[in-house]
């Protein structure tokens, strides 16, 4: 019984939907079609670009919309058009330009769905892996270029994200206040040793609140899932906020419920629960 009337849900990739071989399991494929048939919306909503996008997304027939770049975008999945934009300000592209250059840290950069970092950072992640992050997934979903920064001003008009990405968990703090002072922006992260950084109203949370008025849907009628702190303030939105089982405790302390990992089919259990 769908006591919430649940009509929309948000659903998070990374660490929430897809399980550690980045898959959608049989059991959530198949909620997801009974949802659908009940008519509720099943919304994608992820920090990866949409080039980043699993492949498995486009053979479940009734996915209608993607919320990309951690709400930069929102794309309708089956015509590929953009529905929905958020950038960084071209100022605020250049500020967080002239702090980045001088910090020494990885930097990448979303732009017209994709992902790009500095080539020589991208061959030394190929040649010789990388000690706190996937090395297949970076090699896999990010386009090197000549120049990261050069990039990145070249393209100011059109960027959805720049991703900081840090060694050493004991530098959090010192990257969080020197970030965080910059004007313009919103400041996330979606896995411990970085910092995402967007336009001054980008989030998750405002994308789909774009996308329920252009449905008729309201917050009461929304359920979220998520792990991340870039899943926050979509979790808040929700009338159901659902935090999966292998998030922080201090993610947990913001939902309404917490269901199980990614591995042990979370977001089915969350949707047999309030959807189904």
């Known amino acids: 019984m769908n006591d919430k009337k649940i009509k929309m849900v948000a659903l998070d990739l990374d660490g929430t939907t897809l399980n550690e071989d980045k898959r959608i399991s049989p059991r959530t494929v198949e909620d997801f079609r009974l949802a659908m048939e009940k008519g509720v919306h099943i919304v994608v909503s992820t920090g990866r670009t949409f ?57 990448e950069t979303f732009v017209d769905g994709k992902a790009y970092i500095d080539r020589r950072e991208f061959e030394e992640v190929r040649d010789y892996g990388s000690t706190y992050r996937d090395a297949e997934y970076i090699l896999s979903t990010r386009n090197p270029v000549d120049g990261i920064f050069d990039y990145i001003l070249a393209h100011r008009e059109r960027i959805e994200n720049i991703s900081v990405n840090y060694p050493f968990l004991e530098d959090k703090p010192k990257w969080q206040a020197l970030l965080g002072s910059i004007e313009g922006i919103t400041l996330t992260s979606s896995f411990s ?14 994308a789909l609140r774009f996308l329920m008025k252009r449905l008729g ?22 009338a159901v906020g659902v935090v999966m089982g292998n998030a922080s405790e201090e993610m947990k302390k913001i939902g309404d419920y917490v269901t199980a990992t990614n591995e042990e089919d979370g977001v089915a259990a969350a949707i047999e629960k309030f959807v189904l």
């Open 51 to 107: 080039q980043s996008l699993p492949e498995q997304l486009y053979s479940i027939e009734g996915l209608e919309f993607a919320v990309t770049s951690n709400g930069a975008h929102i794309t309708e999945l089956a015509t590929k058009k953009t529905i929905y934009e958020n950038y960084l300000s071209p100022q605020a592209v250049e500020a967080v330009v002239c702090v980045l250059r001088e910090t020494g840290l990885s930097v």
């Open 193 to 206: 040793h970085n910092f995402e950084i967007g336009g001054a109203s980008t989030s998750k949370a405002e």
């Open 217 to 238: 849907i309201r917050p009461d009628q929304l359920m979220a899932c998520g792990d991340s702190p870039n899943d926050a303030e979509m979790i808040r939105l929700a």
